[in-house]
C-alpha cells in the first residue's frame, strides 16, 4: 500500500498568520496530486490538482506547490481567517486510486 | 455543480445487522467511489467501481460489498455490521483522468 504523509497532525495559527503544511508521497508513478479542504459537517473540496513538476497554483489567499522528483506539495495560506479552519487533506493520484494522506487540522483563532 | 447525495448524515445500527448505505450522483460520472475516515488515518479506499455493474476491491474491502445496477448510484452493503464498522463513510465520484473527485457529506455510522 503506497503511503502519503502529511505535517503537521494539526495546528492552531492566530487569525492573521500565515502558514503552511506539507504532503509528502511516492516519487514514482506520479499522475496527479490534489490537495482538499474538509470543513466539519461539509463535503470535502476539493482545492488544486497538480499535474506537473514545478507546478504553482494560487486561489485566493491559498497557494499550493508541487515538486514531483522528491515527493512533496506544500499548501500555504497567506493571512489565515477563522473561515480557514478545516482539515485539509491531500491525495496522491498514481494512475487509478486516490491514496489520501491523514490530513492536517488547522484551527485559526479570532 | 455536481451534487453527491448520500442517503442518511448518521445512521445506529445493531451488532449483526445488514446495513446498506446508498449514494446518488448527478454528473454522468462513470467513477465512483466508497471511503471510511478514522481519527489519525486518510481517507482509506473500500470499494470502487468504474463502470455500471462493475466493482473492485479497494484497499479495506473485508466486510463490505457493493452494488451498482445504475450508473448514478453506487450502493455500500454492510453484510453482518460489527463494532470496529463504526466509522464515517464517505462517497465520491468523478470522471475519467486527473479529475478531482466530487465527495457526498457522509454518513456517520455507530455499530453497537
Given at each position: 500500500?503506497?503511503?502519503v504523509e502529511?505535517?503537521?497532525?494539526?495546528?492552531?495559527?492566530?487569525?492573521g498568520?500565515?502558514t503552511?503544511f506539507t504532503c509528502?508521497?511516492?516519487?514514482?508513478n506520479?499522475?496527479?496530486l490534489h490537495?482538499y479542504r474538509?470543513?466539519?459537517?461539509?463535503s470535502?473540496?476539493?482545492?488544486?490538482v497538480?499535474t506537473?513538476?514545478?507546478?504553482?497554483?494560487?486561489?485566493g489567499?491559498?497557494?499550493?506547490t508541487?515538486?514531483?522528483?522528491?515527493?512533496?506539495?506544500?499548501?500555504?495560506?497567506?493571512?489565515?481567517?477563522?473561515e480557514?479552519?478545516?482539515?485539509?487533506?491531500?491525495?496522491f493520484?498514481?494512475?487509478?486510486?486516490?491514496?489520501?494522506?491523514?490530513g492536517t487540522?488547522?484551527?485559526?483563532?479570532p | 455543480?455536481?451534487?453527491?447525495?448520500?442517503?442518511?448524515r448518521?445512521?445506529v445500527?445493531?451488532?449483526?445487522?445488514?446495513?446498506?448505505l446508498?449514494?446518488?450522483?448527478d454528473?454522468d460520472?462513470?467513477?465512483?467511489?466508497w471511503?471510511?475516515?478514522?481519527p489519525?488515518?486518510g481517507?482509506r479506499?473500500i470499494?470502487?467501481?468504474y463502470?455500471?455493474?462493475?466493482?473492485?476491491?479497494g484497499?479495506i474491502p473485508?466486510?463490505?460489498?457493493?452494488?451498482r445496477e445504475?450508473?448514478e448510484?453506487?450502493?455500500?452493503?454492510?453484510?453482518s455490521a460489527?463494532?470496529?464498522?463504526?466509522?464515517m463513510?464517505?462517497?465520491?465520484?468523478?470522471?475519467?483522468?486527473?479529475?478531482e473527485?466530487?465527495f457526498?457529506?457522509?454518513?456517520?455510522l455507530t455499530?453497537?
Amino acid at each position: 500500500i503506497l503511503n502519503v504523509e502529511q505535517s503537521p497532525q494539526s495546528l492552531h495559527v492566530q487569525e492573521g498568520d500565515s502558514t503552511n503544511f506539507t504532503c509528502s508521497f511516492p516519487s514514482s508513478n506520479f499522475y496527479a496530486l490534489h490537495w482538499y479542504r474538509w470543513e466539519t459537517a461539509k463535503s470535502p473540496e476539493a482545492l488544486f490538482v497538480m499535474t506537473l513538476n514545478g507546478d504553482e497554483k494560487k486561489k485566493g489567499r491559498i497557494s499550493a506547490t508541487l515538486n514531483t522528483k522528491e515527493g512533496y506539495s506544500y499548501l500555504y495560506i497567506k493571512g489565515s481567517q477563522p473561515e480557514d479552519s478545516a482539515t485539509y487533506l491531500c491525495a496522491f493520484h498514481p494512475g487509478q486510486n486516490f491514496v489520501f494522506g491523514p490530513g492536517t487540522r488547522l484551527s485559526v483563532l479570532p | 455543480d455536481v451534487k453527491v447525495t448520500q442517503s442518511s448524515r448518521y445512521l445506529v445500527k445493531r451488532t449483526g445487522e445488514k446495513v446498506f448505505l446508498e449514494c446518488v450522483q448527478d454528473m454522468d460520472h462513470e467513477n465512483m467511489f466508497w471511503y471510511r475516515q478514522d481519527p489519525g488515518l486518510g481517507l482509506r479506499l473500500i470499494y470502487f467501481s468504474y463502470d455500471v455493474k462493475m466493482k473492485e476491491k479497494g484497499d479495506i474491502p473485508e466486510g463490505y460489498s457493493v452494488s451498482r445496477e445504475k450508473k448514478e448510484r453506487f450502493s455500500l452493503i454492510l453484510e453482518s455490521a460489527s463494532t470496529n464498522q463504526t466509522s464515517m463513510y464517505l462517497c465520491a465520484s468523478r470522471l475519467q483522468g486527473a479529475g478531482e473527485q466530487y465527495f457526498g457529506p457522509g454518513t456517520r455510522l455507530t455499530v453497537t
